[in-house]
């Protein structure tokens, strides 16, 4: 019996090395159109923002200042899809490049367990890659002084977007990958009184980059659909490995039983 089971987990762990293909196949199309609707979103909020959030402060730059943003915003782009992208230069392509600062365990692409992690993984550094994009976006926007640069924007961003109480309070209706804030400062004055600072920045989110372009959200129920398959051969595996532990556990009873 055990010798039957071990045969059929031997199965599985042939199909979770066609499905793991499947699924790296599907990530590197995924991170393929990913790259160019980040970029084309980053261009669209950070026109929204210059536009309508600070229309002022950017009609005050030079053209040449103008023209320096918006190369340097272009520039972050292109490297946020290389980044994105540099996983199919690799010896190995299911090693993600990006993933290479984290120090991860070799991981067995015939154990399904294993493939959820390593999705795991991928999932986290995708959403690493927006995050970082944004903060080094926001940080360009203070240098150009159409943010305020006498606020800590980073932590503050950081508050905001997380669950924590305390948290700056966040206004509706924002346009697209734009985070719109109320901050409580405190005044100038000698007058103990504080003022709320309205601010706008950049704020990549994954779920409206999505929404927004379909060839990557077609993309992404790809992959969606190929986790629901991984998800099932999971379950079949563990269950076989319960079966071979107990028939183990039987036959060792056996072989150890006599009659008194």
């Not at 609707?37 to 909020?45: C, F, H, I, P, R």
């Not at 290479?100 to 795991?120: C, G, Y």
């Not at 950081?158 to 305390?166: C, I, K, L, P, R």
Request: proline fraction near 3%; charged fraction near 25%; aromatic fraction near 6%.
């Amino acid at each position: 019996m055990v010798e039957q089971i071990n045969r059929d987990i031997a199965a599985l762990e042939e199909k979770v090395k066609v499905i793991a293909t499947e699924l790296e196949n599907a990530y590197i199309s995924y991170l393929t159109a990913l790259g160019q609707g980040v970029s084309k979103q980053l261009m669209l909020a950070t026109y929204h923002l210059c536009t309508q959030g600070y229309p002022q402060e950017f009609v005050s730059l030079t053209i040449s200042q103008r023209q320096q943003l918006q190369q340097e915003i272009r520039q972050l782009t292109q490297q946020a899809a290389v980044q994105l992208l540099r996983h199919t230069q690799t010896e190995d392509s299911l090693e993600f490049s990006f993933l290479a600062e984290e120090e991860t365990a070799p991981i067995s692409f015939s154990d399904p367990v294993e493939l959820m992690k390593w999705q795991f993984q991928v999932e986290n550094a995708i959403a690493h890659t927006l995050k970082t994009l944004s903060s080094k976006t926001n940080s360009v926007l203070q240098k150009a002084e159409i943010l305020p640069n006498n606020l800590p924007l980073a932590p503050l961003l950081e508050a905001a977007t997380s669950a924590s109480d305390g948290a700056p309070e966040m206004m509706s209706g924002s346009s697209p990958n734009l985070l719109n804030l109320l901050i409580e400062t405190d005044s100038d004055s000698e007058s103990s009184e504080s003022h709320v600072t309205h601010i706008i920045a950049i704020h990549l989110r994954l779920i409206e980059i999505e929404f927004a372009d379909t060839t990557v959200r077609a993309k992404r129920n790809q992959i969606r659909s190929i986790s629901g398959k991984v998800g099932k051969l999971e379950r079949e595996y563990q269950k076989k490995q319960r079966e071979r532990d107990v028939a183990q556990a039987e036959a060792a009873w056996r072989a150890s039983w006599f009659e008194s």
